[in-house]
């Protein structure tokens, strides 16, 4: 028997489940694809499993590691077909979670409703019950009115339970007592406690996360026992580790258990891929993008950590977990084209998707598509996509594009190709920009980094519009995502809200809120068997200058206890000045939540390494693509991306081809390979 | 009018343009949320970015607030007339607020207006506008409904510079915050307003840098052609002909007669004509809506019913042309007090809907929605006991029927869509208890459609000497339906709810004073509904039912016997152990 180890990490997409295989002695790397199941995901999982292993011929007891990034949560949310569950609520707020902050969501667009809530207004039973500000309990729960709740609950077939009664941030007892009612009368039924799935301040906004973590939890059990079924009868002994928004991975037990914390686990996958690859080659600084069929995600990465945020909506549902801060908009290569009233061509917002797809496709889609603009113009292979598993139809994409763009807009074919391209480009370096500048910062200090499929394809024409100084293109960007999951370790997110002012009463607070988040964190090491010496902890505080409404978090470096107010209240100062522009010394601090991320090392760095023989570029084949109307149609050279080593150089125009992606070299670019295999592109001087 | 709609545009180029100008936008806006200080322009986000030619058109806007490209459009207006072009030097930049002497709608909107300089001559101006929370005036926050001329609304400044080649008037900066009663949050967010549009300045040269002054000038006139052909060709597919509606506030801030909001809405030749006249006169109170509140009040109206995503620009307001008669509420006359004008702007919005709904296919219609913006205004001892509260609270109501949907519960209308405060922080922040925040039930109007729920919300003073301040409208009026659906519910505040001391008001109340433990509850109003209401199916009934968004006896009344005892019929089905 070999000794070879391997990891794998595993990413469901909309359209292909991708693996990355990774040798753990030799750091050897490879890539599987399979189309995903959207029925039941775990079948893609099997299918593709077994055909690595054959593939490959790795015996399953050789996997020691098993990295599962799901849309399970995301895709409940996002068809809503699941049933909708029990809330218990404090006495005069059960529509808190359908009120939610009273916005609409399109301000001119009344054809737009706000995503319907997951528990029915009769499934929201009141109780009498109340809990001040201070955390006091003002009126003692009504323990008679809770049985009737949750009984009425049962006969109404509900599966599923919340509780959320107001302040239980500061005093869980009221939720605890309802929760063993439920536990006792409804034993079956997947049961979430406010206080124990976010205990943070902001009643509505905790409210709904409660919500969708019960609305998820039955089948998001369902699947992960099914999913370590398969596991085990393909004979893979190590149990799974789940993906999650943080960009850290969970044992399926708490992944099981506060399901809410996969949902944005995709796109975490790949930022943390980006960020990895990017700074290992010393790029520190990126604006990252991941172009996909549909849509495109946009995240920065500033000093190798990605930025994160707190606050996010799933599918028009408020989920307050820390998550890896992504924007997405509607922009992908089944991105449809069209001519709207006033005469412009539009690029978006809807898809063609994965099925029926482009027209080039072949599978029914009638309307011309982002992909369709790349194949005429010759940028993409006119004759297979993803190493012949996809076969185009040029000449039908060809015949469409003329009649649904170029005659209406009395424009050649190409060139109506090339402005489907830059207005499309010109929306996604729109995204970019909005990214870099909600935090301050300009793209010129920031290297593009451009994934996913579609993203190489047009990672060019989108810095056009965005101005970094250099574009990296990783190797095999299409499946950088699962390439992400084996980079990640085991991390938790503890937080609890306290609302105390920055001074020596309400320090000595702080630390004692963190030695009981720590005893939490060491608690869930021990179940999930993470070793000392693997753990670690950062502490975060959360404030505000009295009268804000919007906190900062504020890091503390080291060792907990030799953190001082003093220092404290200064670093508070200073990152209020870097990020707002200025300070106000004189204002009381006030600390809102304390947060402790912990942290157990599984994970090592992948050192991927580009060949060292310094062969010249060889071109495969060369064909015409057209470079828009200032260059017109060129022969140009095209590359197999594997035959690049390090060093090697590539002048525009060119083509270099990989099996997830292809990328476009206008003439005015140039291209080198480096230590990592990254492709490195920078203007022409 | 200026646009030359027969030339024929780049449709590639427009497109590009358009995400350029608005990356340039959305980045100022994103600067101007993130760096601002006070809570209103940070966390409601109530401010706006547009960016203008040298001629004074709008190019494009960052819409947080529809309301506002009103006031900036104002107030680049008000710049040119008020100043030579010699005057205008690179690096000044502009305050302005007045409603009678920079176009401004009401005073707490202060715009700042910077031109951007190319090649020696002026070029484009970029502008911001923030909702200040205070500037002056006789009530905190400035906005009284009973403000009878504007010297009660705060400080009054025309286009004055703030920043001469590039140096702040630290003199003209002390001048303003001193004249409000928050000083270092204003000069905090002024200056923020500043940079806000230097970084605009320097995107926007570098953009003209990128294109080419010529071509960007040829960009921007395609863009408003663009822009008014497409609406054109809404307005074409439109019924041609005319349409009036009126709709009716309780009064006009002062006790007193109902006051109408008339719009005519007539459509020729893909041109929008809207004729106010019929509308009440002048407001003696502070309802008033300047013209240029009116304009985006209209340019709101036109996206929201005709194209949500259609630019707002000059070649939008290009095909629209108003008449709004002089010494009326939507045309006041010097000095009359402007600062309540969203409610007006909120029942106008609703006029121009109600006129166009007679224009529009049947499946576009809309009933009315609850047209108020309901506020709470508590004052008193803050927690500590150093220093005097004031916290503004805004509150939803129902929203129409529209012809595929029932209206929204609870959220907000036309031009406003502010965040609420999280109970809890209330509660943490203020000596206040809020004792229930929900939807009424039966609150909204029946119908085919039903319309949106209105929202109650009742707080109870936990110390003496509180006060409360209440506004809104819709006590005697109420949501319209359409096309035989039902009116909605009534807006009021009530004092001591279901006590014996209980007592219902009109939801315009000033300065009442609140002894520790009496509660004050706010009723918003629900929505219209569209449609005969023994057109509803019986699925629909039968959940609003079971939600208890209507009652049994209610539902006789409104939807019939035989439809209700068939909604019954199928909820026993599912809840054998249902007790009604």
Partial sequence: ?685 | MSCDVERGIDAIQVEVFSNRILAIIEEMGAKLVRSSFSPNIKERQDCSVALFDAKGRAIGQAAHIPIHLGSLKGGVDAVLRDFDLDDIEEGDAFICNDAYLAGGTHLPDISIITPVFYSNGLRFFVACVGHHADVGGSVPGSISPSATSIFEEGIRIPPIKIMRRGILQEDIIRLVINNTREPEDRSLDLKVQVATNDFGVIQTKKLIEKMGLEAMEIAVEDLLIYTSRRLKKHLLALRQGSSSFTTWMDDDGLEGQTVPLSANVKIENGHLLIDFSGSGPQSRGAFNVMTTGVIATVSYTVKALLDPDLPANDGLYSVIQLKMPRGSIINPVYPAAVGARTTTCQKLAGAIFGAFAQLLEKEQIMASSHDVLAGMVFSGLSKQGDRRYVYLETIAGGNGAHSKMDGMDGAHCHITNSLNMPVEAVEHEYPLMVEEYCLINGSSGSGRMRGGMGVAREVRALSDDTTFSGRADSFITAAEGYDGGLPGSHCRIIRNYGSQNEIVMAPKQRLISLAAGERVRMETPGGGGLGDPSGRSIDDLAIDLEDQRISVARARLDYGNELTEKALKMISKSNPEWDF
């Avoid at chain 1, 808190?96 to 499934?123: C, F, M, N, S, W």
């Avoid at chain 1, 009295?546 to 890091?555: A, F, N, T, V």
């Avoid at chain 1, 015409?624 to 080593?645: D, N």
Wanted: with cysteine; aromatic share 8%; hydrophobic share 40%.
């Fill in chain 1, 1 to 685: 028997m070999s000794d070879n180890k391997w990891k794998i990490g595993v990413d469901v997409g909309g359209t292909f489940t991708d693996f990355t295989l990774l040798n753990d002695n030799t750091g050897e790397l490879k890539f599987h694809k399979v189309p995903s199941t959207p029925e039941d995901p775990s079948q893609a999982v099997d299918k593709g499993l077994s055909e690595l292993t054959k593939f490959y011929d790795i015996s399953a007891f050789e996997i020691e590691y098993f990295g599962h990034g799901t849309t399970v949560a995301l895709n409940m949310l996002l068809e809503r077909r699941a049933p909708t569950i029990g809330l218990l609520t404090t006495k005069g707020f059960r529509d808190v979670i359908e009120i939610g902050r009273q916005t609409r969501p399109h301000l001119y667009d009344y054809t737009l409703k706000r995503a319907p809530p997951l528990a029915r207004r009769v499934d929201r039973k009141e109780i009498t019950e109340r809990i001040t500000a201070d955390g006091s309990i003002l009126t003692p729960i009504n323990m008679e009115e809770v049985e009737l709740a949750v009984k009425q609950l049962g006969t109404r077939g509900i599966k599923a339970v919340a509780i959320c009664f107001l302040h239980a941030y500061l005093n869980p007892d009221h939720e605890i007592l309802a929760g063993e009612v439920v536990r006792r009368l409804m034993p079956d039924a997947f049961l979430s406690l406010s206080c124990e799935v976010l205990p943070e301040f902001r009643e509505y906004e905790r409210a709904s996360t409660t919500v969708v973590n019960a609305y998820v939890g039955p089948k998001m059990q369902d699947y992960l026992v099914r999913l370590e079924k398969n596991l085990t009868r393909n004979n893979v002994i190590t149990s799974p580790h789940i993906m999650h928004s943080n960009g850290g991975m969970l044992t399926v037990k708490t992944a099981a258990k506060l399901p809410v914390r996969t949902c944005l686990s995709g796109p975490a996958a790949g930022v943390v891929g980006a960020a990895n690859i990017a700074s290992s080659s010393g790029y520190n600084n990126i604006l990252a993008f991941d172009v996909g069929g549909t849509s495109t995600d946009v995240s920065l990465v500033l000093d190798g950590q990605p930025l994160f945020t707190s606050e996010r909506t799933v599918a028009g549902y408020p989920v307050k977990s820390p998550a890896i801060d992504v924007a997405a908009i509607g922009a992908g290569g089944g991105s449809i084209a069209w001519i709207d009233g006033g005469g412009a061509l539009k690029v978006g917002p809807h898809s063609a998707g994965a099925s029926p797809g482009p027209v080039a496709y072949g599978l029914g889609g009638e309307h011309v598509t982002l992909t369709d603009a790349n194949l005429i113009l010759g940028r993409l292979n006119p004759s297979t996509l993803l190493a012949g598993n996809i076969a185009l139809d040029f000449e039908k994409a060809y015949v469409k594009m003329e009649s649904q763009i170029s005659n209406p807009l009395d424009l050649s074919v190409e060139a109506a190709a090339t402005g489907i391209i830059k207005i499309a480009s010109s929306g996604i370096a729109r995204a970019i920009r909005g990214v870099a500048s909600a935090k301050g910062n300009s793209p010129s200090e920031f290297s593009l980094f451009a994934y996913g499929g579609a993203g190489p394809l047009c990672a060019a024409d989108v810095n056009e519009e965005v101005g970094c100084p250099r574009i990296i293109i990783p190797p095999a960007p299409g499946t950088l995502c699962a390439r992400g999951i084996l980079l990640s370790d085991l991390s938790f997110d503890f937080v609890r809200s306290l609302l105390v002012i920055a001074e020596v009463d309400g320090w000595e607070a702080v630390m004692n809120n963190f030695e009981v988040l720590k005893e939490q964190a060491n608690k869930l090491f021990i179940n999930d068997e993470v070793i000392l010496s693997a753990r670690s902890f950062k502490y975060y505080l959360e404030a505000r200058y009295m009268g804000q409404s919007y906190e900062l978090r504020i890091p503390l470096p080291g060792q907990l206890k030799s953190n001082s107010l003093v220092e404290f209240i200064a670093a508070f100062h200073v990152e209020h000045k870097k990020e707002f522009g200025y300070e106000l010394v004189e204002r009381p601090i006030e600390i809102i939540n304390c947060r402790l991320e912990a942290v157990g090392k599984t994970s090592k760095p992948i050192s991927e390494k580009a060949t060292q023989n310094k062969t010249e570029p060889e071109i495969k084949e060369t064909r015409e693509v057209y470079f828009g109307s200032a260059f017109g149609w060129k022969e140009t050279p095209v590359y197999e991306r594997a035959g690049l080593s390090h060093w090697a150089k590539v002048i525009g125009p060119a083509v270099i081809e990989e099996m997830s992606s292809t990328t476009i070299l206008p003439p005015n670019y140039e291209a080198t390979v480096d230590n990592r295999a990254n492709l490195i592109l920078v203007e022409s001087s």
